[in-house]
């Protein structure tokens, strides 16, 4: 927390009153107006090119091919890629901010990161191209946090929050429809890897997180090839009864969780062929 906040804050002052705070709602609320704070100045003093709902902020520099970039995903992205699966999003606002180092932005971030989607303010913030492996993974860097906003809209429409649901959820449906439309464009066979618990969300942030996400995808893989594309919109409308996702699940695939993971191994893609996935970090 403390060392994603710009330069100049009293961080001392924050540590103060994190410590004398004496509940964990009170300690959320003081992390969350940091964030809240650090996310809302992130676009002071950025140039910013607005094209009917995108607003993309940009600040010295080249950013002209990157900028370009960002309109043909977005327009794809809301004229016939999203559409399928998500319903809300399509004329709501949307900010992208493109930086050279997105580390200066965000220090609390690793540094193969590319990209991030902050769930306080809606703000998606880029690296600029120069940082990225190809054109294509670029692309579909942008999808990536596209599909992040587009979930977190549908979700509040449901009266939800993305930070109810699991990490295998979110950055599964991510990673699985980033892949679907924008590569990669190399195929390897192999197996799905081997995870631990899925479910436990810290997995995600250790040294082999990589193989969480890609376990994760091939999850939401099987989920929509038993599901169509309409299984997130069942699966939330599920949920107004459940208040639960593996109750949801298995309501609308006919399958409980741990089926899911066991059946999802008996299919021929998962044994024989996973797409090569990506160097770069996106969460």
């Known amino acids: 927390l403390f060392n994603s906040i710009k330069d100049g804050e009293d961080l001392l002052d924050k540590k103060l009153a994190l410590i004398r ?8 609320e003081i992390i969350k107006d940091t964030f809240i704070q650090n996310s809302n100045n992130i676009t002071d003093g950025y140039n910013v090119i607005t094209e009917d709902n ?21 327009s794809s992205a809301n004229n016939n890629k999203l559409e399928k699966y998500f319903s809300k999003f399509k004329n709501e606002e949307v900010n992208i901010v493109i930086v050279n180092d997105i580390n200066k932005i965000n220090s609390y971030i690793g540094n193969d990161t590319v990209a991030y989607f902050d769930q306080l303010t809606g703000n998606i913030v880029l690296q600029s191209l ?6 294509n ?5 942008i999808f990536h946090e596209y599909v992040h906003y587009a979930l977190e809209l549908e979700l509040k429409d449901e009266s939800r929050s993305i930070t109810e649901f699991p990490k295998w959820f979110i950055e599964g ?19 799905v890897p081997s995870v631990g618990d899925v479910k436990d969300d810290s997995n ?13 995808r091939y999850l ?6 038993q599901g169509g594309d309409n299984f997130i919109i069942n699966l939330l409308g599920d949920m107004r009864n459940t208040d639960d996702i593996y109750k949801s699940i298995e309501n609308v695939l006919g399958e409980s969780f741990e089926e899911i993971k066991i059946n999802m191994l008996k299919i021929p893609w998962s044994r ?3 797409d090569v996935t990506y160097g770069k970090v996106v969460i």
Request: hydrophobic share 30%; no cysteine; proline share 1%.
């Open 220 to 225: 939401l893989k099987y989920m929509f090839e």
């Open 204 to 216: 995600f942030n250790k040294g082999n997180a990589g193989n969480y996400y890609l376990y994760s």
């Open 21 to 28: 705070s004496e509940s964990n709602e009170e300690k959320e």
């Open 272 to 274: 024989h062929y996973i």
């Open 173 to 191: 449906l991510s990673t699985y429809l980033e892949v679907l439309y924008y590569g990669p464009e190399v195929n390897e066979f192999n197996i």
């Open 137 to 141: 993974e670029y692309k579909g860097v």
């Open 54 to 74: 995108l607003n993309i902020y940009y600040g010295v520099g080249d950013y002209s091919e990157s900028i370009e970039i960002v309109k043909e995903v977005i």
């Open 130 to 135: 120069s940082k990225s492996n190809s054109l």
